[in-house]
């Protein structure tokens, strides 16, 4: 038996199919850490700004992030890694919405192949000019 073990290759999985994409980006080496892997942090602004897309069209003004309810780094994110940044609403209420984001890595030189690296729900209010809460907008009607 050999004395050294090999890391265990993560699942490759399909894209999602009932979530829209909102983001596609490639990593830099500006955004590591010290291990040589992606800064938690820039993957954190990464899914704010992707999951603020689908609220920003209920939204009707402007808007604040009030909560990262869960955040998970399933896997290392590494530079030059192509990313895909899915959401889905999962909750509308009288002033917030939450999205959950799901994101996908092809590796370097491995396109084509989908490893989840993050998942995160994260919640949107609509704010007023005062940066207070404002009641979302009513849904158009479409039956005019
Ligand atoms: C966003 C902000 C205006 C909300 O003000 P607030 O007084 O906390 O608002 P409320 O308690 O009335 O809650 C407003 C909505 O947010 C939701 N909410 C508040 N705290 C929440 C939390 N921890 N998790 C999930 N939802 C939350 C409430 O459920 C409510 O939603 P609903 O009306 O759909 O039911 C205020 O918290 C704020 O300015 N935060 C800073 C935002 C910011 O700067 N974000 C960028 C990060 S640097």
Redesign the pocket.
């Known amino acids: 038996m050999s004395a050294t073990t090999s890391a265990k290759a993560p699942p490759q999985v399909d894209l999602p199919s009932d979530q829209e994409l909102v983001l596609k980006v490639i990593p830099m080496p500006a955004d590591c850490n010290a291990n040589g892997d992606i800064f938690g942090g820039w993957v954190m602004a990464q899914v704010d700004l992707a999951g603020s897309v689908v609220p920003a069209r209920y939204a009707g003004g402007r808007m ?4 990262v ?1 869960e955040f998970v780094f399933k896997q290392p994110v590494r530079v030059g890694d192509i990313l895909s940044f899915f959401a889905k609403l999962t909750r ?7 999205v959950k984001v799901e994101v996908y890595a092809e590796r370097f030189r491995s396109q084509g192949k989908y490893i989840k690296v993050t998942e995160a729900s994260v ?1 949107y ?1 609509a ?1 007023d000019d005062a ?3 404002r009641e ?1 907008p009513k849904p158009a009607d479409p039956s005019h």
């Open positions: 604040a992030t009030v909560a309810n509308i209420g009288r002033t917030s919405i939450t919640t209010v704010i940066g207070q809460p979302l």
